[in-house]
């Protein structure tokens, strides 16, 4: 899926709140070493330098485009010193699905690191059972994985994707494209963790995110989940027309009020994973 910064940060205020409220949530002091992976943007991975500024930070993204807006916006141009540099914010181009702290940057930064910190992205990678525990087992004794994914896929907003698909004559063509929930219940996740863990942590909170301008919903999930059905339609009267289906639908699922907001609940899942 290609990434587009501009349509991601449309909404950036709702974005940023389970994220930070994520954030205040790791009780960490002084870390050497910490990781946001799928940093998008980079709006957190600043927010972490800032907070522990003798830690080395780094943003990890598979998207170029994320990235560039990252460094764009980065004070003083943070990163230019490359991810093993010591101290400050790097930025690295990796996939998440095979990404290992890089040796150079754990030899300067004196062992594995104490944050591994997620925002909104290991949702888009399949193999949880694997790989959540492969993540715990790369950060230092007492290290935190911080994660917070979407849990909104049974509502509307999501389910109306699969509706259009069906709906249409690209169903064929989106068939292989993922219409169903990527993340498991909170009790999955515990169930996997606990026993590999010191603590373990897990809540869910359900935002009603207040959105305005036409069709906000639609514009909403335009950034990310609804995304990668526009992009696997070549033809760009098919993409008009399905973004047109869709907008139809979830404009009737969550109607603008009489001040001209429009209520958009989302629920997302969270956990703070002390490792042993």
């Known amino acids: ?53 003798a830690a080395r930070v780094i943003g990890v993204d598979s998207s170029p485009a994320m990235l560039e807006a990252s460094r764009a916006q980065a004070e003083g141009g943070a990163g230019a010193g490359g991810p093993d540099a010591p101290g400050g914010i790097g930025w690295m181009q990796a996939d998440l699905a095979a990404w290992r702290p890089d040796p150079d940057t754990l030899a300067a930064c004196g062992g594995p690191p104490q944050l591994l910190y997620s925002n909104a992205a290991l949702h888009w990678l399949p193999g949880h059972a694997e790989l959540f525990p492969r993540l715990l087992a790369t950060l230092a004794p007492g290290g935190v994985l911080a994660v917070q994914m979407p849990r909104n896929f049974n509502a509307p907003s999501h389910t109306l994707v699969a509706a259009t698909v069906q ?80 907008a139809a639908r979830v404009r009737e699922a969550y109607p603008t009020r009489a001040d001209g907001t429009t209520l958009f609940p989302f629920r997302r899942l969270f956990m703070v994973v002390r490792a042993r």
Do not use: I
């Open 1 to 53: 899926m290609a990434w587009n910064p501009s349509q991601y940060l449309k909404f950036a205020a709702p974005r940023l709140r389970p994220a930070l409220d994520l954030l205040a949530r790791v009780d960490l002091d002084a870390p050497r070493l910490v990781y946001d992976l799928g940093c998008g943007a980079g709006q957190l991975t600043r927010l972490m330098a800032e907070r522990w500024p």
């Open 167 to 246: 709906a249409g004559p690209w169903r064929a063509r989106l068939a292989a494209l993922p219409t169903r929930s990527p993340v498991a219940e909170p009790a999955w996740y515990h169930d996997l963790l606990a026993p590999l863990a010191a603590s373990v942590e897990l809540w869910e909170t359900e935002y009603l995110q207040v959105l305005t301008g036409p069709d906000p919903v639609k514009e909403f999930t335009k950034g990310t989940w609804l995304a990668q059905f526009l992009d696997a339609l070549a033809d760009e009267d098919e993409r008009a027309r399905f973004e047109a289906d869709y």
